[in-house]
């Protein structure tokens, strides 16, 4: 890959094995230095030690997102570390309760908004004085979810539909600073998770997995399930300088299963 984030420091929130992996792996490759944030410090030693393989440096800050306290130590530590942040990535994301809104507890719903919207208000404006210094962007890990209105996926919606506002309105806010705000909404993410569930579906329908894979991926124009990686480059080339007119947008990654 081509160095589009030459010397540049990317903050990767939620970092696990699935997307937030491959967004900080490809920064790297990119030409980023990391900061990694998640709850767990297991994982993101893993995937540090992935970035400094690749040649670059990453800081590891195990991080409860919705404190305060937490939020602004991560910001403390990469700018400690770094001393910039050009970018954050806020991919960190609670699961809402995958059921009707009329039956959905309302508690488990707050719980996800204050992981999947408030917490990325918090890092946002915690790190907007280090963006602005920067000339830098945001960057929200949306979802297709946007895209539909399926049952059982109200509260799923609910969040990532204020995430989108959200993400929204700070372009419009930020924007005069020259900070850039944008978000990557990708579709179905062919990695282990998933993986693990269409096991599962096979399972219970007696069918290979290569089945409900190729069943999937029938409904998708480019007959295929987008991988990890390809979401992460789409949330590089928004970071990057090929992206510095762009704002406010919402990039689908889907492989053509909506159009928007």
Known sequence: MNALLHDRVVVVSG?????????????????????????????????????????RRAVTVPTDITDDDAAAHLVQAGLKAFGRVDTLVNNAFAIPPLTDLADADLDRIRQ????????????TRLFSPALEEAGGSVVMINSSV?????RTFGAYKMSKASLLALAQSLSTELGPRGIRVNSVAPGYIWADSLKWYFDYLASERGVPPRQVYEETAATIDLRR???AEEIADAVVFLASDLARAITGHCLDVNGGEFHH
Do not use: Q, Y
């Open 225 to 227: 399930l987008p991988e």
């Open 146 to 150: 946007l895209r539909h209105s399926r």
């Open 112 to 123: 996800a908004f204050e992981t999947n919207v408030l917490a990325a208000l918090r890092l």
């Open 15 to 55: 970092v696990g094995p699935g997307l937030g992996r491959a967004i900080a792996v490809r920064s790297a490759l990119a030409g980023a230095d990391v900061v990694l944030a998640a709850r767990t410090e297991s994982r993101l030693t893993e995937v540090a030690k992935e970035v400094t393989e690749l040649g």
